[in-house]
């Protein structure tokens, strides 16, 4: 019997981006045919991407981490009803991984099709200033193999077919994984600092006078303004009082 996700770990503080455990949006579980040949498919497709991805010198971008994180998914998953949520406390025991070790893995998973998930929460009932409203559960995993790299694809049906076995993906639905503070704020700096270059780049293709090219290049700084225009009269001064000398040929 599969245990519930509200009798596994839980956390009183929760995560961004999650979903109540009764929300529509959070039934993803969906039935998985041929269940332990899927399985088997599965990891022998898992380790020979592994081995075409490699680069000399490197080390497996997918390794044994990766295979040992999918294996205990896959034997907590309830083939019938699809149903996956171990809690990481859980997959660090079986595994005897350190939690980073598990989030890396899974993180890698996730980037090559090999595994999604979401993040939900479940109501507490608690009374007001009793507890928080909510409480974070388990995440619900599921095989959402229309992400999966298209070699990885081919090469997972062909084997469910060598075992005698026609299969069809199940239609999973797709949600965007949380990003991290980190990783949201790099991505939000990398976007203004390309706004920002766009916004000056036309502005200097329109720019038509020394005091707009600089109003331009230094937006909102008079005093850079003003001592960028000062530059560029210096430098027009020396030019006029020191004109460049004549290369040309003269003939005699």
């Known amino acids: 019997m599969t245990a519930h996700a509200l009798d596994l770990h839980s956390r009183a503080k929760t995560r961004r981006d999650c979903f109540d455990i009764d929300d529509p949006r959070a039934q993803v ?7 332990i040949y899927f399985k088997e498919a599965l990891l022998e497709t898992l380790d020979e991407w592994a081995d075409w991805s490699k680069q000399k010198g490197k080390q497996h971008l997918l390794g044994q981490n990766c295979r040992k994180v999918l294996d205990y998914l896959l034997r907590c998953c309830d083939f019938e ?3 996956c949520e171990p809690s990481i406390d859980t997959l660090m025991k079986k595994t005897h991984f350190a939690r980073a070790t598990i989030v890396r893995a ?6 090559k099709g090999f595994v999604n998930w979401i993040r939900r929460t479940a109501r507490t009932n608690n009374a007001p ?3 928080p409203p909510v409480v974070q559960v388990s995440n619900a995993y599921f095989f959402d193999l229309a992400r999966m790299p298209a070699r990885c694809m081919k090469r997972l049906k062909e084997k469910l077919r060598r075992k005698g076995r026609a299969f069809t993906p199940p239609q999973s639905p797709s ?9 949201r704020r790099s991505k939000a700096i990398r976007d203004k600092v390309a706004y920002d270059r766009a916004v000056k780049r036309n502005a200097l293709q329109r720019a038509r006078t020394p005091e707009e090219t600089v109003a ?4 909102g700084d008079e005093a850079a303004q003003r001592a960028h225009l000062a ?3 210096s430098a027009s001064s020396e030019a006029s009082l020191n004109p460049p000398p004549d290369r040309r040929i003269h003939k005699e």
């Open 81 to 83: 009803t699809g149903i």
């Open 175 to 183: 949600f965007p994984r949380y990003e991290g503070l980190q990783k």
């Open 231 to 233: 530059m560029l009269e």
């Open 29 to 35: 579980f969906r039935r998985i045919e041929h269940g």
């Open 106 to 111: 899974l993180h890698l998973l996730w980037e």
């Open 216 to 219: 331009a290049l230094y937006p």
């Open 129 to 131: 200033d009793e507890g």
